[in-house]
């Protein structure tokens, strides 16, 4: 998770760009803070001298390894920073300390922790670095090299001239790997160093509570019933597709959590190897075990490539085959070098399309490996990578995530209505929509691990029959495996799988469909928005125009970027003239980034200078794919294509080739333009290809500013290139664009395990533009608070679930952090600690038939209902009678032993729904009133059958035993997370 929205991932928004030093950087006793160099910038990383990281083994309980470090003394607290990590403090961090901790069983490592900067996240320290050196070395270079740095080489990375090397004195604790990187990238010989560190990692997910197999696969085939809003035909249009292609000839790969390979919908289409980046995993097999959240990656690959062979669900590239590499479940704990092997890996896996529903601060080296696998990949056409944008619904700018890089496809949410949803972060560097769960709660349906190993456990109101499936995966990691699954098809066979990653990227923009237009504004000019990108991606646009790009292997020309626009104003009759020069958007040429010309062969210019004060502010117009433009006046174009403006001065300057203007740019000099003086000269610029198709439109003004568009990716785009993004016009987004999303919460708790008495300082936040009506804690123990920071003591052993809540006009949003509480003489928690609904029954027995009326009640305080939620009670008593109300009553006309369930529904203003079940059993005594044969006159059920006892007898579950509710309202409500069983950003 990032440490704030606003950071830029490591580069953050730092408003000042610190140069970079020339002297060598020693570690002083007293210094507390390291240099780290990244994208071009310098920053201060600040050394925690009492807390180290320990990343865990996956089937590791988190309260095992508390209980045995404490009884060792090695720790007096524990915090969970990640799924597999937890950040201990010790009195002094000492070589011996690490080795013994590294020792431990259920430990996977150990590493020093860096803070860098504000917020919460820490990153944590390997014994390694990374270099990457300006020109290849030879072997004897990289002997003197790491001789004079006291290294030992590891080996190469396999692209860029990156190497690792492992830091001397780093394990006794003599040298510091961040220390050691900071002075090595001074080095003349160096390009790029950092120390290998483990950050942290997250998928973006988000699901549903409570909503109702192809027919569920509302983003596929959309006929509007799907609950209200609902759209018809809000969907991706693939059936239209597949009448061209399947995928079949395509590979798709990912970085996920280990997935299901033998599953009955993925295992055909499985390429047979795979990678995996967890530390000490032997097995490259990226197969999931039984840590949390380890059922991410079979839903997200389900939703690209789910085989059509009759059974579950099917994926929108059907005949594709895959490969992926595993370990995001460990969340924290892969070093800066696993994540560089994710992509150096799929190179050599040939894929073709890699899909990414993750996130995370942004490291130059993995920057470099997504960049290499973009340009290298495919045969050197380029992978084609796409990421997901992420889930806070924050505005985010370049560089902020690894899915606003220029090199990738980032990806937002829309849901079943064909609005944005509101968890999807947004912004200049979003591309284009895909379809997930929306406002109204209906996720998409996908393959789940095997049996109740995954989301779909049996216990969740509206999920498919099979749980080998689920039907309520969302976020923006479902959205981008539906975007990966559409390009899939676009590089198969039966597509045109001699296209570039640049030409994929620009088909895939260019026929999406501008949904919800009134939300979005799209921009005239550039075509995009900052909330939906370049609208929704449709596959069966997508494919046809794959299709057509065979002949010439052409499609949609890249916006024109890095624009030098000379203005000359003309003096008495000589007419003002302006000469334009740009960089045509294509693939890379040279290794030094430099551009070729992709057929970009011609240019249309438009020239506004407005007359007077009426009529438009700026051009409103851009041209059609297949028409040409002549130069004049634009009233001459077709009726229709004409902006019905008022004291319209708007001409078509220039259409026709351009001149060389050397080092890849083009140009067009001298043309002449005219307007009052003082006026705004403005000027859209499209570039056209050799089937008279057009790019996306820039505008400038006489000064050569961006008002709006340029391109987002302009090839081989390396941090130090500067890559700048996207400009959106600030006539239309002044400042943001005004969406109104609901309250974002965060929730930290200081400790989550420890001996009672345990006091544990709770810190709740709410960040919404709106007004936060209500906000508060509820500990799990009987008491709240309305306070947003506080301490807490609990009491008792057992295990609490603690609930912090913010509410706006919106929404109401929760935050679950699960404390547990230790016995000091035991070292275990309660086993059946309150975290489910309790049933009382009111008023003593014995109760007895034929009119045995007894009361029940249901005691919701252990499981932290969210004050102000809609709250519901069913109850089913056994002998065929309902009730719904907290406290309900029921005659129990026959003697015997009825189980009494009732199931407690809380439903969110957000729509989230979280269900609780109790049970309990009362015996009747007395004689059964109604003989053999007959009928209850007031139960309905069929008559009793002499010689059997009654079916109410064993109630409709059998008796249901304290520990097994317990553990029902567990695999409910999770582990710290906000949705069951599932974290998402």
């Not at 999303?741 to 810190?763: K, Q, Y």
Request: aromatic residues 8%; glycine residues 12%; charged residues 20%.
């Amino acid at each position: 998770m990032h440490k704030a929205q606003s950071r830029a991932g490591i580069r953050g928004i730092l408003v000042a760009i610190m140069m970079i030093g020339q002297s060598l950087i020693v570690a002083g006793a007293s210094a507390q803070t390291v240099p780290f160099y990244s994208l071009g910038a310098e920053f201060q990383f600040e050394k925690v001298n009492n807390q180290l990281l320990i990343a865990l083994k996956g089937q590791v309980e988190l309260s095992d390894l508390a209980i045995d470090l404490q009884q060792r003394q090695l720790t007096s607290s524990m915090t969970k920073v990640g799924e597999q990590v937890v950040a201990v403090e010790v009195a002094e961090i000492t070589p011996e300390l690490i080795a013994e901790l590294k020792a431990t069983p259920g430990v996977a490592g150990v590493y020093r922790a860096y803070d860098p900067g504000p917020g919460p996240m820490l990153f944590g320290l390997t014994e390694d670095i990374l270099v990457r050196f300006k020109s290849a070395p030879s072997a004897e270079e990289l002997a003197d090299f790491a001789a004079d740095y006291s290294l030992l080489l590891q080996g190469s990375l396999g692209f860029r001239n990156y190497y690792k090397f492992h830091v001397i004195g780093a394990d006794s604790g003599q040298t510091d790997a961040m220390v050691k990187a900071a002075n090595v990238y001074l080095d003349a010989r160096v390009a790029y160093a950092q120390a290998d560190l483990v950050t942290p990692l997250v998928m973006h997910e988000v699901t549903p509570g409570d909503e109702e197999f192809y027919s569920d696969q509302w983003h596929l085939d959309n006929n509007g019933s799907f609950g209200f809003p609902d759209l018809p035909h809000a969907d991706i249009s693939v059936k239209q597709a597949w009448e061209i292609t399947d995928g079949a000839g395509a590979r798709v790969g990912m970085f996920d959590t280990g997935l299901d390979i033998s599953h009955e919908d993925l295992v055909e289409n499985y390429l047979g190897f795979s990678n995996n980046v967890i530390p000490g995993q032997d097995d490259a097999e990226p197969i999931p075990d039984f840590s949390f959240n380890s059922d991410h990656g079979t839903a997200v690959m389900g939703l690209i490539i789910a085989a059509d062979n009759g059974l579950g669900v099917i994926g929108v590239a059907p005949e594709a085959r895959w490969t992926a590499t595993g370990g995001l479940e460990q969340g924290f704990g892969i070093p800066t070098s696993g994540l560089i092997n994710i992509y150096t890996s799929a190179v050599e896996n040939q894929v073709d399309v890699h899909n990414n529903s993750w996130g995370g601060p942004v490291e130059e080296a993995v920057v470099d490996a997504i960049n290499n696998a973009s340009l290298d990949g495919r045969d050197n056409k380029g992978m084609v990578i796409v990421f997901a944008l992420g889930n806070a619904g924050q505005e985010l700018q370049l560089l902020d995530d690894y899915g606003t890089l220029q090199s990738v496809i980032g990806v937002g949410a829309s849901g079943q209505s064909d609005t944005r949803a509101s968890y999807s972060n947004y912004g200049a560097e979003l591309d284009i929509m895909g379809a997930s769960l929306g406002n109204d709660g209906v996720g998409l349906a996908t393959t789940d691990r095997e049996g109740q190993d995954g989301y779909n456990d049996g216990t969740l109101i509206g999920e498919l029959d099979d749980d080998n499936y689920t039907n309520s995966f969302g976020g923006t990691s479902g959205a981008s495996p539906v975007v990966s699954g559409v390009a899939t098809l676009v590089v198969s066979n039966n597509g045109n799988p001699e296209l570039n990653r640049h030409q994929v990227r620009e088909l895939l923009t260019h026929t999406a469909d501008q949904v919800s237009e009134d939300d979005a504004k799209y921009d005239t000019i550039s075509g995009f928005s900052p909330l939906y990108g370049f609208g929704r991606i449709n596959a069966e646009k997508a494919v046809d125009a794959a299709v057509d790009s065979l002949a010439g292997n052409v499609t949609w020309p890249g916006a024109p970027a890095d624009i030098n626009l000379d203005f000359q104003a003309g003096t008495g009759d000589v007419e003002s003239s302006v000469t334009i020069s740009w960089r045509p958007t294509g693939m890379p040429g040279e290794e030094d980034g430099d551009l070729a010309d992709t057929d970009e062969t011609e240019i249309l210019i438009v020239y506004y200078a407005p007359s007077g004060t009426s009529g438009p502010e700026k051009i409103a117009w851009r041209p059609t794919d297949g028409q040409t433009y002549d130069g004049g006046d634009i009233n001459d174009v077709e009726d229709g294509e004409t902006p019905d403006f008022f004291n319209l001065d708007m001409i078509v300057l220039y259409q026709g080739p351009a001149e060389d203007a050397g080092t890849n740019r083009r140009q067009v000099t001298d043309l002449a333009v005219s307007g009052e003086e003082d006026s705004p000269q403005q000027f859209g610029i499209y570039a056209i290809n050799s089937k008279q198709q057009y790019s996306f439109g820039v505008l400038i003004n006489e000064q050569g500013d961006v008002i709006s568009g340029g391109s987002a990716d302009t090839g081989d785009q390396f941090p130090s290139d500067d890559p700048g993004g996207r400009t959106l016009d600030p006539e239309i987004y002044p400042d943001q664009p005004g969406v109104s999303d609901p309250v974002s919460v965060t929730a930290t708790a200081s400790t989550l395990v420890g001996f009672a008495p345990l006091s544990v300082e709770f810190h709740g936040g709410a960040l919404t533009p709106n007004e936060v009506l209500d906000r508060g804690w509820n500990f799990g123990d009987g008491t709240n608070s309305a306070d947003q920071s506080i301490a807490h003591t609990y009491q008792q052993p057992g295990k609490y679930l603690a609930v912090f809540f913010a509410e706006d006009k919106f929404a109401v949003v929760t935050k679950r952090l699960e404390i547990e509480v230790l016995d000091p003489d035991t070292g275990t928690s309660i086993p059946d600690a309150p975290t489910s609904a309790k049933i009382n029954t009111l008023g003593s027995g014995p109760f007895t038939a034929p009119d045995a009326l007894v009361r029940f009640s249901v005691d919701t305080t252990g499981i932290g209902i969210v004050p102000d939620t809609q709250v519901s009670y069913s109850w089913e008593f056994g002998d065929g009678h309902i009730a719904e109300g907290q406290t309900v009553e029921n005659i129990f006309a026959n003697p015997g032993f009825f189980s009494v369930v009732v199931r407690v529904r809380e439903e969110f203003a957000s729509q989230e729904v979280r269900t609780y079940t109790a049970s309990t059993i009362v015996e009747i005594e007395g004689p059964a009133t109604i003989t053999p044969g007959q009928t209850n006159p007031d139960d309905g059920n069929e008559p009793l059958v002499s010689g059997e006892e009654p079916a109410a007898a064993s109630g409709m579950c059998g008796a249901m035993s304290p520990a097994m509710v317990s553990l029902l309202g567990l695999s409910l409500l999770g582990l710290g997370c906000q949705f069951r069983r599932r974290c998402g950003r």
